[in-house]
């Protein structure tokens, strides 16, 4: 049993690759049109300011992506674990209760989110265990799959007005009580909930493969653990 505990699957974000590379590229093809101009005479060129910005571009994209963890998610046969620049959450096997796609109601079709939603048994265990930065951090990152959502259901002006805005007071069925952004971020999983099913979301950009192959992949880590780990890491 606790050499299967020691495995993990480790999953890269797919925003988060490559980003060395890219550094190295832009900062080689700078130096090298600085010194191109350097070394011959006239103005700089219309072609070699555009390449200086294409350059700069590639540099800055580079290190913003080299700040982004090396892995996204961390997958044991106890827990999920989301790991972010501004920190990580934790969501143990037996709190995971199943993941899907949401979806939303566009005319009479329904169309998929870019994204795996996770239901939760007990969000006061995942709750307790969050920290006020990376809930605030993703309360920002995902507002815009939120009104998405807010947009395409409240059409006639029917959503509650707290929708739109989090409180910062919460209080759970088990009667726990949360303020600032630890009850924001549960005023929205609640809303979520609502609109989707699911109180979580893992957006497309922090997985390294399709959303419907990785939602398949943990309800298939939720059925059996021991045997959906050892078949990945064997692979």
């Known amino acids: 049993m606790d050499e299967f505990n020691a495995m993990q699957i480790k999953y890269r974000a797919q925003g988060a690759k490559h980003g060395i590379e890219v550094l190295i590229v832009g900062a080689i093809g700078l130096l090298f049109i600085m010194l191109f101009n350097l070394l011959r ?12 910005s294409l350059c700069i571009a590639a540099i800055t994209i580079g290190f913003f992506k ?14 999920l674990t989301y790991q972010h620049k501004y920190g990580v959450w934790h969501l143990a096997h037996s709190n995971f209760k199943s993941s899907g796609i949401p979806k939303i109601a566009v005319g009479l079709e329904h169309l998929e989110l870019n994204v795996v939603g996770i239901k939760v048994n007990d969000m006061d265990e995942f709750l307790t265990g969050l920290a006020p930065r990376i809930a605030g951090k993703l309360l920002i990152e995902q507002r815009h799959l939120f009104m998405q959502l807010i947009q395409k259901n409240c059409k006639n002006g029917g959503c509650p007005s707290e929708w739109l805005v989090e409180d910062t007071q919460y209080r759970s069925k088990n009667g726990i009580s949360y303020n600032g952004l630890i009850a924001m971020f549960a005023n929205r ?10 109180e979580l979301l893992l957006p497309a950009s922090v997985l390294d493969r399709n959303i419907w192959e990785f939602s398949a992949n943990l309800n298939a880590w939720q059925r059996e653990p021991l045997k959906f780990i050892a078949s990945q890491v064997s692979n």
């Open 66 to 79: 080299t700040q982004e963890p090396f892995y996204s998610l961390v997958l044991t046969t106890e827990q």
């Open 189 to 198: 999983a609640k809303h979520l909930q609502l609109l989707t099913g699911y």
């Open 41 to 52: 005479p006239g103005e700089i060129s219309i072609l070699e300011i555009f390449l200086v």
